[in-house]
């Protein structure tokens, strides 16, 4: 393909492809996200381009089946969604597709049957569904409707029209300052204003004269997220684009995509669009004509999660173990190989050509002050409705877990979320900010300064919600055993603290301990924010701090009264069968790995408690709901 | 601090518990500390190395313009009008819980006990997995022998809890000259009792190292 030498050439090419597309060609939009490929995407997919090639309809123009980035609505895969109509249909099996093909592709009609349905109401389309309805895409506006591995469907979709007004219309200084009244902060977590790193580099440029590099933070390690992942798998362009828009606006000429090993689709994505986008001259030298020239490189992580940590990131790069030094001096002073380097993660560089295409003013006035645009959250946990969103900042908590969630499934209700991965916190949901303005709202208001007063942080959008079934001591536990496998061992508190805080929790959950040793596990966790080297360590307490505080009951209720209230933690916890209920069926005891369920067919079954390892199969089997624990 | 005439231009004047200090250009708060004989405890620190900041016993509380940060002065560079607390209540409690982790940590070490005891730590919470072991991990031999010696014989193995110091593929290795300095270096004496795991056979050396 031709290179692209000038921003006419760009809308030149949009313009033509677009008029090479037929508005009336069919598309069916087949989600190959991660949930949706562990449902067997690949395969209904692969039915589609096969259901064409036997079907012997007379199409007008011949479908065409696109492979996009993730749709969202995770538990509910694989998501295909149709135009024209803009059907979406979930659940969607290989042996659903010839009735698709023939109904929809062919007839133009909706296959009732596989539409999304709640509470009796089935909805044709995604813009109906309640889940995509308090939703508000910016970021992931292209994900899931572009074909990743294709420049062409991204330019048609605008891509690269940022960068081309930032690079021809605009002075660096200029595009930094847009950025700044955006009011743009790191979606990585911390919340750090954007355009204070990038200026800070841009002088420290200045008075050592010398290269400035960037980097994307891809290394997403935490349980539960997948917000990067979806970006990178979704809409790659959208980061490269986010990036030569920041190395011209510092003068970096550089920029290092480090993304972590056990992504491999989002490696493949990104790869891909980086060789395209140099293959049509948007990458490289001179781009656009504008006479600026950058360069991209993809590194990969190695599997460890401190790399996501800035200063080991910029360790693993250089070629040496991954650990975090101290900062300051920070990376924009004193960075990849001693130079000046601004580490974004992979979403806030995906933000930045949506502030140059909505405008600094326009940008900011979504979501609220002092936490402006949208944040993507990966929904996961005790939700009905289990997925990637994107909300404005700002957004109720109640309104992020019960309209867009959809509410707790079962008998259950909803009693805390965790956010932000394993250094974020455990709040009760019921939690009510505690600044007046705020506590109006029904529920707290997920934005990074509200966040963080509630001892919790934003961090990068994981969400875990948990009802009355989830156990906070266990869930700290959790979290503690990820963050001690994950420690790199250097500093003092972080290995041997985490191991120690560790135990406690071991003791709490097979009710040992007192009520003082609760005291000593909150003054350890203190010692722990205030004496680790890097963000890791500091953070690492943040689970069980903040369960303590909010939950401190629960955790007496371990050590004091020998119980688990959820019924989750083994040693603490009974199952017994309800003679009232229990009809007899014998499936317990047919499925008890431990045969320690007797009884004869038709009659009362019996556990034996002393064999019993309380592994909860009698309980998920049994057709009557018998089996109950205390 | 005879009188003021006499305070260069690049000098930086704060406090350290309250104590009124100046601090060359370039020095740290420990370095600040140690030329003012005021003590703080700490482990990984050498005059001779790079600081590392691993051991976490030399933090202080940094009070200035309203905000306090706990942070290791071995890395902290000074700055004016700040105000440094080496025995505050958040202070102490990193290094108690610091001293209880090393008592853990390297039992068998008499230096490690006596410093805990002067710190008023005498027991530990936690469970001692070698009751044998004196290493700390703290890496001053590491460093000593990369930074100084420039052979590079020593250096760390595994990951967090697992961490260990280890020679490059396990093996004793010709690298080593022999020097012994990080046997001197070492804040324990751990590393005496494991030289001959790190040192080979001196007389293959061979390479860049034989230049030494």
């Given at each position: 393909?031709?290179?692209?030498?000038?921003?006419?050439e760009?809308?030149?090419?949009?313009?033509?492809?677009?008029?090479?597309?037929?508005?009336d060609?069919?598309?069916?939009?087949?989600?190959?996200?991660?949930?949706?490929?562990?449902?067997?995407?690949?395969?209904?997919?692969?039915?589609?381009?096969?259901?064409?090639?036997?079907?012997?309809?007379?199409?007008?123009?011949?479908?065409?089946?696109?492979?996009?980035?993730?749709?969202?609505?995770?538990?509910?895969?694989?998501?295909?969604?149709?135009?024209?109509?803009?059907?979406?249909?979930?659940r969607?099996?290989?042996?659903d597709?010839?009735?698709?093909?023939?109904?929809?592709?062919?007839?133009?009609?909706?296959?009732?049957?596989?539409?999304?349905?709640?509470?009796?109401?089935?909805?044709r389309?995604?813009?109906?569904?309640?889940?995509?309805?308090?939703?508000?895409?910016?970021?992931?506006?292209?994900?899931?409707t572009?074909?990743?591995?294709?420049?062409?469907?991204?330019?048609m979709?605008?891509?690269?029209?940022?960068?081309?007004?930032?690079?021809?219309?605009?002075?660096?200084?200029?595009?930094?300052?847009?950025?700044?009244?955006?009011?743009?902060?790191?979606?990585?977590?911390?919340?750090?204003?954007?355009?204070?790193?990038?200026?800070?580099?841009?002088?420290?440029a200045?008075?050592?004269?010398?290269?400035?590099?960037?980097?994307?933070?891809?290394?997403?390690?935490d349980?539960?997220?997948f917000?990067d992942?979806?970006?990178?798998?979704?809409?790659?362009?959208?980061?490269?684009?986010?990036?030569?828009?920041?190395?011209?606006?510092?003068?970096?000429?550089?920029?290092?995509?480090?993304?972590?090993?056990?992504?491999?689709?989002?490696?493949?994505?990104?790869?891909?669009?980086?060789?395209?986008?140099?293959?049509?001259?948007?990458?490289?030298?001179?781009?656009?004509?504008?006479?600026?020239?950058?360069?991209?490189?993809?590194?990969r992580?190695?599997?460890?999660?401190?790399?996501?940590?800035?200063?080991?990131?910029?360790?693993s790069?250089?070629?040496?173990?991954?650990?975090?030094?101290?900062?300051?001096?920070?990376?924009?002073?004193?960075?990849?190989?001693?130079?000046?380097?601004?580490?974004?993660?992979?979403?806030?560089?995906?933000?930045?050509?949506?502030?140059i295409?909505?405008?600094?003013e326009?940008?900011?006035?979504?979501?609220?002050?002092?936490?402006?645009?949208?944040?993507?959250?990966?929904?996961?946990g005790k939700?009905?409705?289990?997925?990637?969103?994107?909300?404005?900042?700002g957004?109720?908590?109640?309104?992020?877990?019960?309209?867009?969630?959809?509410?707790?499934?079962?008998?259950?209700?909803?009693?805390?979320?965790?956010?932000?991965?394993?250094?974020?916190?455990?709040?009760?949901?019921?939690?009510?900010?505690?600044?007046?303005?705020?506590?109006?709202?029904?529920?707290?208001?997920?934005?990074?300064?509200?966040?963080?007063?509630?001892?919790?942080?934003?961090?990068?959008g994981?969400?875990?919600?948990?009802?009355?079934?989830?156990?906070?001591?266990?869930?700290?536990?959790?979290?503690?055993?990820?963050?001690?496998?994950?420690?790199?061992?250097?500093?003092?508190p972080?290995?041997?603290?985490?191991?120690?805080?560790?135990?406690?929790?071991?003791?709490?959950?097979?009710?040992?301990?007192?009520?003082?040793?609760?005291?000593?596990?909150?003054?350890?966790?203190q010692?722990?924010?205030?004496?680790?080297?890097?963000?890791?360590?500091?953070?690492?307490?943040?689970?069980?701090?903040?369960?303590?505080?909010?939950?401190?009951?629960?955790?007496?209720?371990?050590?004091?009264?020998?119980?688990?209230?959820?019924?989750?933690?083994?040693?603490?916890?009974?199952?017994?069968?309800?003679?009232?209920?229990?009809?007899?069926?014998?499936?317990?005891?047919?499925?008890?790995?431990?045969?320690?369920?007797?009884?004869?067919?038709?009659k009362?079954?019996?556990?034996n408690?002393?064999?019993c390892?309380?592994c909860?199969v009698?309980?998920?089997?049994?057709?009557?709901?018998?089996?109950?624990?205390? | 601090?005879?009188?003021?005439?006499?305070?260069?231009?690049?000098?930086?004047?704060?406090?350290?518990?309250?104590?009124?200090?100046?601090?060359?250009?370039?020095?740290t708060?420990?370095?600040?500390?140690?030329?003012?004989?005021?003590?703080i405890?700490?482990?990984?620190?050498?005059?001779a190395l790079?600081?590392?900041?691993?051991?976490?016993?030399?933090?202080?509380?940094?009070?200035?313009?309203?905000?306090?940060?706990?942070?290791?002065?071995?890395?902290?560079?000074?700055?004016?009008?700040?105000?440094?607390?080496?025995?505050?209540?958040?202070?102490e409690?990193?290094?108690?819980?610091?001293?209880?982790?090393?008592?853990?940590?390297?039992?068998?070490?008499?230096?490690?006990?006596?410093?805990?005891?002067?710190?008023?730590?005498?027991?530990?919470?936690?469970?001692?997995?070698?009751?044998?072991?004196?290493?700390?991990?703290c890496?001053?031999?590491?460093?000593?022998?990369?930074?100084?010696?420039?052979?590079?014989?020593?250096?760390?193995?595994?990951?967090?809890?697992?961490?260990?110091?280890?020679?490059?593929?396990?093996?004793p290795?010709?690298?080593?000259?022999?020097?012994?300095?990080c046997?001197?270096?070492?804040?324990?004496?751990?590393?005496?009792?494991?030289?001959?795991?790190?040192?080979?056979?001196?007389?293959?050396?061979?390479?860049?190292?034989?230049?030494?």
């Amino acid at each position: 393909m031709k290179k692209i030498m000038s921003a006419a050439e760009l809308q030149d090419l949009s313009q033509t492809l677009l008029a090479a597309s037929d508005p009336d060609q069919p598309v069916a939009r087949v989600c190959l996200g991660p949930g949706c490929l562990a449902l067997g995407a690949e395969k209904v997919s692969q039915a589609f381009r096969s259901a064409l090639k036997k079907s012997n309809a007379n199409f007008k123009v011949q479908p065409l089946i696109k492979t996009t980035g993730c749709h969202g609505l995770c538990s509910q895969g694989t998501l295909v969604n149709l135009s024209p109509g803009n059907f979406m249909y979930v659940r969607v099996k290989p042996e659903d597709v010839p009735e698709i093909v023939e109904t929809t592709l062919v007839g133009g009609k909706v296959v009732e049957r596989l539409l999304y349905s709640e509470n009796g109401t089935r909805y044709r389309t995604a813009a109906d569904i309640p889940f995509y309805r308090a939703q508000q895409k910016v970021i992931l506006k292209n994900v899931g409707t572009i074909d990743p591995l294709d420049i062409k469907d991204a330019i048609m979709a605008g891509a690269y029209q940022s960068m081309a007004k930032a690079l021809l219309e605009m002075s660096p200084d200029e595009v930094i300052h847009t950025v700044e009244v955006s009011g743009l902060r790191g979606r990585g977590g911390g919340g750090f204003p954007t355009a204070y790193k990038w200026r800070r580099a841009a002088e420290n440029a200045q008075e050592k004269p010398g290269p400035v590099f960037l980097i994307a933070n891809g290394e997403e390690g935490d349980p539960g997220a997948f917000m990067d992942r979806a970006i990178m798998e979704g809409d790659p362009h959208a980061v490269i684009e986010g990036m030569i828009i920041g190395g011209y606006a510092m003068g970096a000429h550089q920029g290092f995509l480090y993304v972590r090993h056990e992504y491999p689709i989002a490696i493949q994505h990104l790869s891909v669009a980086v060789q395209q986008a140099y293959a049509l001259g948007l990458l490289g030298k001179n781009i656009l004509g504008s006479g600026f020239d950058f360069d991209i490189q993809l590194n990969r992580g190695a599997g460890a999660y401190v790399c996501g940590e800035e200063t080991a990131i910029i360790a693993s790069l250089e070629g040496r173990v991954g650990e975090p030094v101290v900062r300051p001096p920070y990376p924009v002073e004193l960075g990849l190989w001693g130079r000046p380097t601004v580490i974004n993660n992979v979403e806030t560089w995906a933000n930045v050509p949506h502030i140059i295409r909505l405008g600094a003013e326009s940008y900011a006035k979504l979501g609220v002050p002092h936490s402006t645009g949208t944040k993507i959250f990966s929904l996961v946990g005790k939700v009905r409705n289990s997925g990637l969103v994107e909300v404005p900042m700002g957004i109720s908590l109640g309104a992020l877990v019960e309209e867009i969630g959809g509410g707790v499934p079962g008998q259950a209700h909803f009693k805390a979320v965790q956010t932000g991965g394993p250094s974020g916190g455990i709040v009760p949901y019921e939690l009510k900010d505690v600044t007046a303005e705020a506590a109006e709202k029904k529920t707290l208001s997920v934005d990074f300064d509200s966040m963080a007063r509630t001892g919790s942080i934003m961090g990068g959008g994981g969400m875990i919600v948990m009802d009355n079934h989830d156990c906070v001591v266990d869930l700290a536990r959790y979290f503690l055993r990820f963050l001690e496998e994950e420690s790199c061992g250097k500093c003092l508190p972080c290995r041997l603290g985490l191991k120690g805080m560790l135990g406690f929790l071991d003791h709490f959950a097979k009710g040992e301990g007192t009520p003082e040793d609760i005291d000593a596990l909150e003054s350890l966790g203190q010692a722990l924010v205030d004496g680790s080297l890097c963000g890791l360590g500091k953070s690492a307490p943040n689970a069980v701090l903040t369960s303590i505080r909010y939950f401190r009951d629960e955790y007496l209720a371990h050590i004091v009264d020998h119980k688990c209230p959820a019924g989750v933690c083994k040693d603490l916890i009974s199952f017994s069968i309800d003679p009232e209920t229990c009809d007899g069926c014998g499936l317990c005891a047919e499925n008890c790995p431990e045969e320690c369920i007797t009884g004869k067919k038709k009659k009362l079954f019996t556990i034996n408690p002393a064999a019993c390892i309380r592994c909860g199969v009698c309980r998920d089997v049994c057709p009557v709901n018998a089996v109950h624990v205390a | 601090m005879s009188s003021k005439k006499a305070k260069k231009d690049d000098s930086i004047d704060f406090t350290i518990d309250g104590q009124k200090v100046q601090a060359r250009e370039g020095w740290t708060i420990l370095e600040t500390a140690r030329a003012n004989h005021i003590d703080i405890p700490t482990l990984c620190y050498h005059p001779a190395l790079h600081p590392w900041g691993s051991c976490r016993l030399c933090v202080v509380e940094i009070r200035q313009d309203g905000r306090t940060n706990v942070t290791a002065s071995c890395l902290a560079k000074p700055a004016a009008g700040m105000e440094v607390l080496t025995r505050s209540e958040r202070v102490e409690n990193v290094r108690r819980w610091v001293l209880e982790m090393l008592l853990a940590e390297c039992p068998a070490s008499q230096e490690i006990r006596d410093l805990a005891a002067r710190h008023g730590v005498t027991a530990t919470r936690f469970a001692i997995t070698d009751p044998a072991e004196e290493c700390l991990k703290c890496g001053r031999c590491v460093a000593v022998c990369n930074e100084v010696v420039g052979v590079r014989a020593l250096t760390f193995g595994s990951r967090g809890v697992k961490k260990k110091l280890e020679t490059p593929y396990r093996v004793p290795n010709n690298m080593c000259i022999g020097c012994g300095c990080c046997v001197s270096v070492c804040p324990t004496g751990a590393l005496q009792k494991r030289l001959d795991t790190v040192r080979g056979d001196i007389s293959r050396r061979t390479g860049a190292s034989f230049a030494h």
